[in-house]
């Protein structure tokens, strides 16, 4: 009867474990469905993440600009963009126009057979003691021209229709 006793006591211990293993299986199945249902929701939540970065994007894009990166007029810049320009120009190491060196770019000069009329200019007076100066020509004085078109006038024509009944 040892022997049956010690059957009876491991068939009971088996339907024991058989039990918990049951149970187990319910919790793994309900836990599985738990991370079935969140895996659903981190995808929804991821893709409204991605969709707020890219709006919060287009915003910073948005409020980023100027007239110094877009289509925008200067004078829709606010004060404070604009007191960074005047500051950056006001940094700037080279001046404004043509740097030294810089070989300057300027119509050619007309052959003097080609110019109509030469006007000597000389200056009236000594420009610190303000004294009379002698009219003497420079070998080689500096040398402008300006070349003037003529008024255009418009050229009207007149037409007559005449009436003429057939004899």
């Given at each position: 009867?040892?022997?049956?006793?010690q059957i009876a006591?491991?068939?009971?211990?088996?339907a024991a474990k058989?039990?918990?293993i049951v149970e187990l299986e319910a919790t793994v199945a309900a836990k599985d469905a738990?991370?079935?249902?969140l895996e659903e929701q981190v995808a929804t939540l991821m893709a409204q993440v991605a969709a707020l970065a890219k709006q919060v994007a287009d915003l910073t894009e948005k409020i980023g600009r100027n007239s110094g990166n877009s289509n925008k007029p200067p004078s829709s810049d606010p004060p404070s963009t604009r007191a960074e320009?005047?500051?950056?120009?006001?940094?700037?190491?080279?001046?404004?126009?043509?740097?030294p060196g810089h070989p300057g770019s300027k119509r050619e000069l007309l052959p003097p057979e080609q110019v109509d009329a030469i006007v000597d200019v000389f200056p009236p007076e000594c420009k610190n003691c303000w004294a009379a100066l002698p009219k003497t020509p420079d070998p080689t004085p500096q040398c402008y021209q300006t070349t003037e078109l003529p008024p255009v006038t418009p050229h009207t024509t007149e037409y007559r229709e005449h009436a003429v009944v057939c004899p």
């Open positions: 009867m040892n022997a049956q006793h006591e491991l068939e009971a211990i088996a058989d039990t918990r738990r991370i079935c249902d320009r005047r500051e950056k120009d006001r940094k700037s190491k080279r001046g404004r126009g043509g740097q």
